[in-house]
């Protein structure tokens, strides 16, 4: 089963998995991963592995591995166009059905203005582990280079400048 980190965009932005490894290079790693992992030793050990192993690589999509040979890591795609129309009907149906507030109206006022979505999808175990840390570093950026929010795992939304506050959190 797969899991997704959404960002909608209000600019284009383009996927470049040079600067993805920049982003995760130069980011805190460590005190992203704490919030994952039980102890501290397993937040080195589970770094230190992918570290050594990781791999941007670009075939049409963007893939960051970082397990070796024991599984697939997470892929970076876009999508443009009558694409991001029905996207956005489906982040609208999922999260935001009967959702009222100030955060939920700033996120159908940003849907509305929607160019592309960029999705990263992972496996479930990763999306509670270096999976959601890595793509939750690379969301970020592309939200913050292209004036979006980052919806994870279709239940939490969040605004690059705040990435601690959630904008709205689906029941």
């Not at 009907?89 to 960029?118: F, K, M, N, W, Y």
């Not at 705040?162 to 709205?168: G, R």
Request: one cysteine or more; charged letters at 25%; hydrophobic letters at 50%.
């Amino acid at each position: 089963m797969a899991e997704w980190i959404s960002v909608y965009c209000r600019e284009s932005v383009e996927l470049d998995g040079a600067e993805m490894w920049d982003w995760i290079s130069s980011a805190d790693l460590w005190t992203l991963a704490e919030g994952f992992f039980a102890s501290a030793d397993e937040v080195e050990v589970a770094l230190e592995d992918a570290l050594v192993n990781l791999q941007i690589t670009a075939e049409p999509d963007i893939c960051v591995e970082w397990k070796g040979q024991r599984g697939r890591g997470i892929r970076i795609s876009d999508v443009t166009g009558a694409e991001v129309v029905a996207q956005v009907g489906e982040a609208l149906g999922e999260s935001l059905i009967g959702a009222v507030g100030p955060g939920a109206d700033r996120i159908r006022a940003h849907l509305a203005a929607t160019t592309q979505v960029v999705n990263i999808e992972m496996a479930a175990d990763d999306s509670h582990g270096l999976g959601a840390v890595f793509g939750s570093v690379i969301a970020l950026r592309i939200a913050e280079y292209s004036q979006g929010l980052v919806w994870y795992f279709d239940t939490e939304w969040v605004d690059p400048d705040k990435p601690a506050e959630a904008l709205w959190t689906a029941a």
